[in-house]
Antibody, heavy 121, light 107 residues
């Protein structure tokens, strides 16, 4: 069974940085892209970016370019997402997700449980 | 940027009803469209991929259709477990976009 287990709730002040982890088990880590998707309170889903653990290639949604970094640690089967210069608009649940087919990334079959990030002064 | 527009934003229905949700893409995406169900406090679940392929374990009352720019999700006979929020999602050239969601509520 594929499982994505995320780190816990974070409370951050505006202007600071948060780093969230996503540990993967149940399939070969380097064969499956890892995506990050966020959901602000009461709002819809928003794709943030992805990493290919095999070659560490990353792609980000345009609005997050330069403020978000996604990495994959192959030694720990864990992906990380760092968001810098936090504002209240970054308050959201952040999900990691992965496709069900190796080396293909179109849909999100497996999801983490979500990590709530609250940005407040 | 490619936009996905879902309608309606809310639908009220009863158990046993047939419900259809529409998703329109601002440009041709072929069949690269998925549908998800999300319940409060939970991560989304993938229901349908490639516009019409039902994922393993998803009840057959769910179906998807469409290609190009217009897609539909149909639930043929609503069950109590189906009241949730539904999202479409497109894939196009390593860009991923979700619709704004449709809240399916009990009438």
């Amino acid at each position: 069974e594929v499982q994505l287990v995320q780190s816990g709730t974070e409370v951050k002040k505006p202007g600071t940085t948060v780093k969230i982890s996503c540990r993967v088990s149940g399939h070969t880590f380097i064969d499956y892209y890892i995506h990050w998707v966020r959901q602000a309170p009461g709002k819809g889903l928003e794709w943030v970016g992805l990493v290919d653990p095999e070659d560490h290639e990353t792609i980000y949604a345009e609005k997050f370019q330069g403020r978000v970094t996604i990495i994959a640690d192959r030694s720990a089967d864990t992906a990380y997402m760092e968001v810098r210069s936090l504002t209240s608009e970054d308050t959201a649940v952040y999900y990691c997700a992965s496709p069900g087919t190796p080396h293909v990334t179109r849909y999100f079959h497996h999801w983490g449980q979500g990590s709530l990030v609250t940005v407040s002064s | 940027d490619l936009q996905m527009t879902q309608s309606p934003s809310t639908v009220s229905a009863s158990v046993g009803d047939r419900v259809t949700i529409t998703c329109r893409a601002s440009q041709n995406i072929g069949s690269w469209l998925a549908w998800y169900q999300q319940k409060p406090g939970k991560a989304p679940d993938l229901l349908i991929s490639k516009a019409s392929s039902l994922e393993s374990g998803v009840p057959s009352r769910f179906s998807g259709s469409g290609s190009g720019t217009e897609f539909t999700l149909t639930i043929s006979s609503l069950q109590p477990d189906d009241f949730a929020t539904y999202y479409c999602q497109q894939y196009n050239s390593h860009a991923f976009t979700f619709g704004q969601g449709t809240n399916l509520e009990i009438k």
